[in-house]
């Protein structure tokens, strides 16, 4: 057996005798040699680099979970509601519009053609908030009715139309938009024989998202014998829904779509997706394709998490958080851990990314090259950085006392600016 022992002195690189190192000091170190550590330094760092690696892979792992946890996630079980029988119901066709006044002809003239393939009856109303939409509309068709309404939101506009219709079913759509294919009224009422809320897939022409939208539709549509698909993953641009089970959003609603969604599932009532039915618009420009889309990872944060308790209670609010939320929360949370840990360990990999994630962001958002559209392959990379801004505007909008989406509330901090058409 090998015994320590501490020598009386350590001699300095200059050649000075030091001062003696305490027994138990020296130990260690002789311990050191006899067994072939690293010095206590040297093994300190070794921990903190296995650290950052161990945070950089799971971050990625965090990341890669939110893309496949909604493909892996449990089906829910189907529900099909009791077909109504006789006549086909009375709709009315609510379109809430600001500063529409070139799209808004259009729109009613598409609806107008699709009523006339409609044995119910039917109706059209646009909410204008502004006065050339309000003019447009009533030039565009004899028999339609605008509600003249301040610019208090979308969330306001829909509410006040629901109020003063006597519809047995309303479908909420945006002016922009043209909903496909034809015969999408009749195909409405067969949907709701399966769900309560009806949306629809969303087609956006020469989008910069094409990737983004053909993933959703993957998800959102899967083997069943009913018409529409529950999610709580709706889009706004077309919701259909029975008058009465309607019940008003708060005005400060930033995405109303997400808003309806998750009241009706409080009470007990089933959104969905038509499997047929779909929207179809130009993309917008860069610039305001991003404004839109930080307005809706906004909306996301702010409705749904504070709503997180009450979600995890259902199946279909535990198949949103799969769906939506843990992309813009924990997945996302884990692909900035892998990217700076990464960088700071110097990872090729990771530093490349990094620079391909601020080169997205400047093409998608629109300030680079602004008159080009980016490829879709960098729309991915750039959404990344959409829940961070919207967080910051959570907080902007927290430290200037703004509650609501309408710019004149809060003028430091719009939280939505609104482009004419």
Not at 60 to 88: C, D, M, S, Y
Not at 186 to 215: G, I
Not at 388 to 413: E, F, Y
């Amino acid at each position: 057996m090998r015994t320590l022992t501490a020598p009386r002195s350590r001699i300095a690189c200059s050649g000075v005798v030091g001062p003696e190192l305490s027994s138990d000091a020296q130990q260690v170190l002789d311990a050191d040699e006899v067994t072939g550590w690293p010095p206590l330094a040297q093994r300190r760092e070794f921990h903190s680099l296995d650290i950052r690696r161990l945070g950089q892979y799971g971050g990625i792992a965090l990341f890669a979970t939110g893309v496949v946890l909604p493909v892996i996630w449990p089906r829910l079980k189907e529900r099909n509601l009791a077909a109504r029988q006789g006549q086909q119901p009375s709709i009315e066709i609510i379109i809430p519009a600001y500063l529409e006044h070139s799209t808004i002809g259009v729109k009613i003239l598409d609806c107008v053609h699709e009523l006339e393939h409609y044995s119910g009856e039917a109706a059209i109303t646009v909410v204008a908030s502004d006065v050339q939409t309000a003019s447009a509309a009533n030039r565009a068709w004899p028999n339609v009715r605008v509600i003249d309404t301040a610019r208090d939101g979308k969330a306001t506009a829909i509410n006040a139309a629901v109020k003063a219709s006597r519809a047995d079913v309303c479908i909420v759509t945006d002016a922009n938009c043209k909903i496909r294919p034809n015969g999408w009224l009749s195909q409405t009422t067969e949907d709701l024989r399966s769900v309560d809320l009806v949306s629809c897939h969303k087609v956006e022409l020469a989008s910069q998202d094409r990737f983004f939208w053909l993933y959703e539709r993957i998800l959102k549509t899967r083997p069943t014998v009913s018409t529409a698909n529950p999610t709580l993953a709706i889009v706004g641009e077309y919701l259909a829904f029975r008058r009465l089970n309607y019940r008003p959003i708060s005005p400060n609603a930033i995405c109303d779509d997400i808003s309806i969604a998750i009241d009706f599932a409080e009470r007990g009532l089933i959104p969905g997706v038509s499997r047929r039915i779909y929207s179809e618009e130009p993309a917008p420009a860069p610039a305001d394709h991003w404004e839109r889309r930080v307005r809706i990872a906004h909306g996301l944060i702010s409705t749904a998490l504070p709503q997180l308790p009450a979600l995890f209670r259902s199946r279909l609010g535990r198949q949103f958080f799969a769906h939506k939320l843990w992309r813009v929360t924990v997945g996302n949370f884990g692909y900035w851990m892998w990217l700076i840990l990464g960088s700071s360990r110097g990872s090729k990999l990771c530093v490349s990314m990094a620079a391909t994630t601020v080169y997205a962001t400047l093409r998608y958002s629109g300030q680079l090259r602004p008159d080009v559209r980016p490829s879709p392959l960098l729309a991915p990379i750039a959404m990344q950085t959409l829940p961070p801004r919207a967080m910051a505007r959570i907080v902007a909008s927290m430290l200037h006392d703004c509650p609501g989406p309408v710019p004149h509330r809060c003028p430091k901090n719009a939280v939505w600016r609104k482009v004419s058409r």
